[in-house]
């Protein structure tokens, strides 16, 4: 890499919640991905005050009412 390496540094955080029960668990996966990216930021703000978190979203999603859902 050419230049400041810092710029193209990124963590990719992915989770997964599977449920056998109606409701969905969406809300768990998203909880469960961000609570691992604000461990990461609390862990390592002092290194660089300038990270920020981004781009949480569901990216799938299968049963339920509303069925199956991919939005890569």
Same mark, same amino acid.
């Given at each position: 890499?050419?230049?400041?390496? +810092? &710029?193209?540094?990124? %963590?990719e955080i992915k989770g997964?919640? +599977?449920?056998?029960? +109606?409701?969905?668990v969406e809300? &768990?996966?998203l !909880?469960? !991905?961000?609570?691992?990216?604000?461990?990461i930021?609390?862990?390592?703000k002092a290194?660089? =005050?300038a990270?920020? %978190? &981004?781009?949480v =979203?569901?990216v799938e $999603? =299968?049963?339920?009412k509303?069925g199956e859902i $991919?939005? +890569?």
């Open positions: 890499a050419q230049g400041n390496e +810092k &710029e193209f540094a990124h %963590i997964t919640a +599977k449920n056998v029960g +109606k409701t969905g809300m &768990e996966a !909880v469960a !991905v961000t609570t691992a990216a604000l461990t930021y609390d862990m390592a290194v660089d =005050r990270m920020h %978190i &981004e781009n =979203r569901l $999603k =299968r049963g339920g509303s $991919k939005l +890569k």
